[in-house]
Structure formats: C-alpha cells, structure tokens
C-alpha cells in the first residue's frame, strides 16, 4: 500500500513561485514514475508534468514547459514541483500520483490518469491576478 500526501499549495501571486510536495509512504514508490496533475473547476483531471523513477526522465504538458520543473528525492520518498511564474490559469487543486501503468524501474512516462494507481487527496492553489 502506499499513501502519498501533498503539501505547499496556497496562495500565490501572478508572476510569484510556489514549490509543491509529494510525500509518499511505502517501500515501492521510489521505483516507479511519478506525476503531478491538477484540476479546476467543471474541467477535466490534466497532467502537469512527470519524473522517472530515477529522475534521469521528465516530461511536462505545454504549457508548463519552461515554468515549471518536477524533480524527486527519493531517499525522503517525496516528489516536488516547482513552479514559477504562474497564471490564474494555473488555479486548480494539484495532485500526485504514482504511475503503476508505468512499471517496475522503468523510463516510461504516461499522460493519463488511468495508468495511476496510487493518489493523493489534492493540494490546492490559487493564483491571483
């Protein structure tokens, strides 16, 4: 079993930056991809960005490119997500989650919720304008 509890969302300013947490529990979190999605109100769960087991693999949507940087650490167990120079755009509860579609020690990286298994109860940020 694993439980991954987010953490540092809040309140931000345009322009500002903001750093998000993943702390997960369970030996097997830090074999496997892990990625950050967010939704906003009346839209669909998107992903934001995510980083193979070993850290060496990122990837991250569009519009994240450039602003945001996922990165992990996992002798803590715990995935972080920087980001800079957000938008209201950006306003959304964010979440983690591990890729268990992904596989054991591997590079794969997917972009749809289905392929994870493992979820946390979401962090909330807003950003005003």
């Known amino acids: 079993q694993v439980q991954l509890v987010e953490s540092g969302g809040g309140l931000v300013q345009a322009g500002g930056s903001l750093s998000l947490s993943c702390a997960a529990s369970?030996?097997?979190?830090?074999?496997?991809?892990v990625g950050w999605f967010r939704q906003a109100p009346g839209k669909e769960r998107e992903f934001v960005a995510a980083?193979?087991?070993?850290?060496?693999?990122?990837n991250y949507a569009d519009s994240m490119k450039g602003r945001f940087t996922i990165s992990r650490d996992n002798a803590k167990n715990t995935v972080f997500l920087q980001m800079n120079s957000p938008s209201a755009g950006d306003t959304a509860v964010y979440y983690c989650?591990?890729?268990?579609?992904?596989?054991?020690?591997?590079?794969?990286?997917?972009?749809?919720?289905?392929?994870?298994?493992?979820w946390g109860q979401g962090t909330q940020v807003t950003v005003s304008s």
């Open positions: 980083i193979s087991w070993s850290g060496t693999r990122t």
């Open positions: 369970g030996r097997t979190f830090s074999s496997y991809t």
């Open positions: 989650a591990r890729c268990g579609g992904c596989g054991y020690y591997t590079s794969n990286i997917y972009y749809t919720p289905k392929n994870y298994d493992y």
